[in-house]
């Protein structure tokens, strides 16, 4: 790695060695207003990583860029900033998390928790809210599940301005998934199948017919043959490989996670960037030479604050972090007074719904990646349609016995693990996230930290759509899934994916920000995280906010740089990558669609009569009929059923499997029902069967005896010399019976398929009655 050298030549200015600097700036410390002493000469030169533990050492007055944060927005900007040759220090509160550091054991003191000794997991409580987010050199990227996901852009709100539509950003998304080598997750190289997990995902919705919807999701995660081989990524950074310990969330000990200390900070470091890691900023003040930043040692607090100033500042602490910062200078400390007063709205947590469940029988749930499939649900709740996303969720072991041991009555606890034995590796959790309303509003409380206003009723629909999840699969597992404590208990949603609080310009709204980010009424100082995208993305939303970061901090190079044409230097290897969920998002709105009003499927059975039977050729008909959705069958002119089973005719066909349609009440008036099937004889030749029962007569007998009673002709389908069969087939008062008994709605719940059912009855009872007598 290399060195940034920072050598004193007199009258407060300040000369920078390394990568991408080496040039003369002035610091005037006299005009910037709260500035402390930030070290001198004698304490020494920084190095391009500077570790905080205990007395800060030296640093450089004033540098061109500041970023706060080094997440997924920080990130970014760390890295093209220091490659256009912008000299950058990256101020971040947390730790460097090196390899094999992650905690492990089940004491909440041993570097878990950010409340005790500035651990891994910053938990916030917001009032109406649960935040959990990462803290680290690397943000969140060291604990989130690796999920590179692009938003569905017709799921997207109205308040999502231009510049962060897909077409603005797609081609950022591919530069950020090829920074982060995303894939599939794969086989488990120690078994050679695919994770239980997956495969239990697959198989449901299988029987849910919901495949088109469920997708393996890119994961930012190193897979290779051998795990245990450790080799330089292409950035040159080493790692191991993927072992399928589910350990994602957690920190990976292994190495295997491409979190963002293993490319863009790697690249950020290796062109000259400043990495200060313990270091959290507690204040931004304008001063001549640009702004005036201090910060503090959180783990310290007997070390004095340093300040540093720089031309420009980009803040990237997070959408909680960023948005609590801006507010304290505004409204508590008066350094930056012109802030707009739409700060702190629009907040978001993704429409984030968390469940867990226990499968005995489904194999080791804890293993592979914390998720390995996404299964889009676009389904109506009420009058219009709920747009959400479930995730399998691993729950890694270390983790849960982190719980366990945190939970009080010990010795409830030790009885209740000897009574639940081995179910630690079989227990899973269920992650919704959708489209919430994002009308959070970030404020200060009494004592000066963030909380946000949260009306829980906004969301009522979205909330209930994501908890019918649960039952459904209740009901499909045979076993109980349970919503998060907090939420059953509390009506608090736990979030791991803080959006909003720092509105863009959208067309006819001014924000607190421009679309690149730059705060209105402060030239210079950025905003450049989650908190400016403007309500939940409805997926996982890294990708989205390092595609965001990506486009911004190209046009901000270049305005530094001069050059109008300056790119990431990795472009020219750049590929499209696959998006999956798109194809799975546009099958799950056409199913919708086709599905308006909800299902219904019914069997019948129709035979020929025995008074019959000496003089026609017996037949037997066994169909299932059913349609997707009320509304597009009620619309359709022809009121279309899908029809599948079975054919037996004698002496042609025996049980032969048949499909075709099933026109009921058809509005052209020639006959009460028209039905056209198609299926193989014996020998395997296809032969089309058509039919129809007709109302020939007024009275309600004439009426049932036309409703029961089907004309049929089967004739080879593609011509030739056989001759056809015809006859009639009946249904009998018991298989009336038999047809009321199967009938079923189909919907995501139960009212649904309720009202699907009595729709469906209306129509049947009132074409019945309404349906005029044709001849045919």
Known sequence: ?????????????????????????????EHCPGRQAA????????????????????????????????????????????????GVVVLERGRRWERGSFPRSPDPADGWLWSIGAGLYDIRWLDKLISVQGAGWGGGSLVYANVFARPFDPSLSGRWPPHLRRDQLDPYYDLAAHMLDVRPVGVDPTTGRVPARTALVESLVDRMDRVAGTIRPNLAVRFT????????????????????????????????????????????????????????????????SGYAVTWRDPGDAAAPP?????????????????????????????????????????????????????????????????????????????????????????????????????????RLRARWSRRRGSRSTHRMALLSMGRDSASGHLALNRNGNAAVAWDNRREARLYRAESRVGPLLSGMLRTRVHAALSWTLLRRAVTVHNLGGVPA?????????????QVHGYPGLFVVDGSTVPGSTGANPSATILAAAERAAEHVARRLTGDPQWRAPEWPDVRAA???????????????????????????????????????????????????????????????????????????????????????????????????????????????????????????????????????????????????YSGFVSIDAAAVVQILMTLRGEGFTRPRRLAAVLGFAAFFARESLAFAPRRS
């Open 1 to 29: 790695m290399p060195t940034v050298a920072v050598e004193p030549v007199g009258d407060g200015l300040w000369r920078h060695w390394g990568p991408g600097v080496g040039a003369v700036r002035r610091a005037p410390v």
């Open 39 to 86: 070290g001198t000469e004698e304490e020494g030169e920084p190095m391009a990583r500077v570790e905080r533990a205990g007395a800060h050492p030296a640093a450089p007055e004033h540098v061109e860029a500041i970023v706060v944060g080094s997440g997924f927005g920080g990130a970014v900007f760390a890295a093209r900033l220091a490659q256009a040759g912008v």
């Open 225 to 288: 043959a051998d795990p245990d081989v450790v080799t330089p990524n292409k950035h040159g950074v080493e790692q191991g490989g993927c072992d399928f310990d589910g350990d994602c969330v957690i920190g990976c000990n292994r190495g295997a996670k491409n979190s963002l200390d293993h490319n863009y900070l790697a690249v950020a470091e290796r062109a000259g960037a400043v990495a200060v890691t313990r270091a959290e900023v507690i204040r931004v003040e304008p001063c001549d």
């Open 306 to 410: 340093v300040t540093m100033t720089s031309r420009h500042v980009f803040l990237a602490a997070g959408a909680v972090g960023t948005t609590e910062l801006l507010l304290r200078q505004r409204d508590v400390l008066g350094t930056l007074p012109l802030l707009s007063s739409r700060l702190g709205e629009e907040f978001s947590g993704n429409g984030d719904f968390l469940m867990t469940t226990t499968l005995r029988s489904a194999g080791d749930l804890t293993r592979g990646p914390t998720i390995t499939t996404t299964t889009i649900l676009d389904v109506p709740e009420g009058r219009t349609p709920v747009w959400f996303q479930v995730q399998d969720g691993g729950i890694p072991l270390p983790l849960q016995r982190l719980i366990h041991a945190s939970l009080p009555l010990e």
């Open 505 to 517: 310009d959208r067309p006819g709204a001014p924000g607190v920000v421009d679309q690149w980010g």
């Open 578 to 724: 696959p998006v999956p969920e798109d194809a799975a998002s546009r099958e799950m709105a056409h199913l919708r669609a086709r599905t308006s009003g909800n299902g219904i499927r019914f069997r019948e059975r129709m035979t020929t009569p025995r008074a019959r039977r000496t003089r026609e050729p017996v037949a037997d008909l066994r169909l299932t009929a059913s349609f997707p959705g009320l509304d597009d069958f009620l619309r359709d002119d022809l009121h279309t059923l899908d029809v599948d089973g079975t054919v037996t005719i004698h002496p042609i066909a025996t049980g032969r499997p048949a499909r075709g349609s099933l026109s009921l009440f058809p509005r052209d008036g020639r006959h009460a029902m028209r039905y056209a099937l198609e299926f193989d004889d014996d020998r395997g030749a296809p032969w089309l069967l058509t039919g129809a029962k007709s109302i020939l007569r007024p009275g309600p007998i004439a009426r049932w005896h036309g409703l029961t009673r089907l004309r049929w002709e089967a004739r080879p389908a593609g011509g030739g010399d056989r001759a056809p």
